[in-house]
């Protein structure tokens, strides 16, 4: 029966991925990841495309090249609408699009301004879902599409039915951490968190939406006390109580719907996308592959690997894809390249046994990765997305 499960759980997901697009926003820090990877015009970056919006944070610092990487062509074309948007729009229209979630025009701005620097995959893919970006009422909002958008109204629908909506809202306005603190505990936990949301969060189907697939799910149980939505509850007790909701945008955004002048992503902000426009965009490469295949194809090295969360899934689903990563990843990586990495689980046990050829030896990837935990712990403590169990930070040995 647990085999049936999982077997039903995978298939799920795999649909939703294969069949829609999934994230409409990045839900990873790169103030974070910025912070932590140092980029200087000599960097080359390679990371997972999710929605984009953290390509487009990282080419801020200059980086010599960074390259996106996604199965989900609608991932990508997603990033390239974003980039046909920098270099064909003023930043009003731009923000309309991105910040407050479409324009009433959108129609006419794909068609006579964005459509041409599209690739033929992503003209295909826009050229029938325009609707999604032209916001008919002020209420509607690019950022309740995709399967991650169905779950933030969701959200919405039911903080407005618990009635605490209106008290979500006022943390994102509070003075303090203390307000915060007082508005959270004393008007929303209760309230939010009844046994009907927790038995909802652990629904294949809620956590598919989420992007969280069964594998990833039940290693975070392995490595916790609790269950996913114990795990959930918690992080966002976090977030609204140990960290100011001021510049958290990622939060804000699944409330309001958009978001606003000063809580946005970087890219979001007139002088970086005036830099953008001047031409970072062209830095950004964008490729529809898995990863392996992609570093097995280029005849370059790589400086950076931002890997997100997706090991998970591939740790215990395919450990076989696993291993074949990390030997793209270590031969393509320069010496002392720096890899990030996030996961749902408290401690990862499964990066550090995988057998790699290094130098014509077989080498365990834990012999050859120096982690920064001390670090990673600090960053994980300041992260404003906070859905995550850990970070690590590592530099593949010269």
Known sequence: MKTLTRWTSNRLFSYVHG????????????RIDREVMRLNPESRVVLITSAGCNALDYVLDSPNEVHTVDLNFRQNALLELKIAGIRRLPFEAFFSLFGDGGHPSFPELYRNHLRQDLSESARRY??????????????????????????????????????????????????????????????IREKLWRPAVK?????????????VPAEQKAHLERNSSGTV???????????????????????????????????CPE??????????KAGLTERIHIHTDNLTDFLRKSRESFSH????????WLSHARPDLLQSEWQAIVDRARPNARILWRSAGFQVDFVDPILVQRSQRTRHVGDLLEYHTDLAKDCHRRDRVHTYGSFYIADLAA
């Open 19 to 30: 069949n829609y697009l999934v994230y409409n926003t990045c839900w990873e820090d790169p």
């Open 126 to 187: 826009w050229d029938t879902r325009q609707h999604y970006l032209e916001r008919p009422t002020p209420e509607s909002s690019f950022y309740h599409r995709g399967t991650t958008g169905v779950f933030g109204r969701v959200m919405v629908k039911y903080l407005q039915m618990a009635g605490v909506h209106r008290d979500a809202l006022e943390l994102f306005s509070a003075g303090s951490l203390d307000e915060q603190r007082r508005i959270y505990q004393s008007s």
């Open 199 to 211: 038995r909802a969060l652990r629904t294949d189907v809620m956590l598919s939406l989420l992007g």
């Open 229 to 263: 939505a114990d795990f959930m509850e918690d992080c966002i007790e976090s977030v609204f109580t140990r960290l100011s909701t001021h510049d958290n945008y990622f939060w804000r955004l699944y409330l309001f719907g958009r978001y606003s002048a000063d809580c």
């Open 267 to 276: 890219y979001l902000r007139r002088p970086n996308f005036e830099r953008l």
């Open 305 to 312: 690997f931002v890997l997100l969360d997706h090991m998970d």
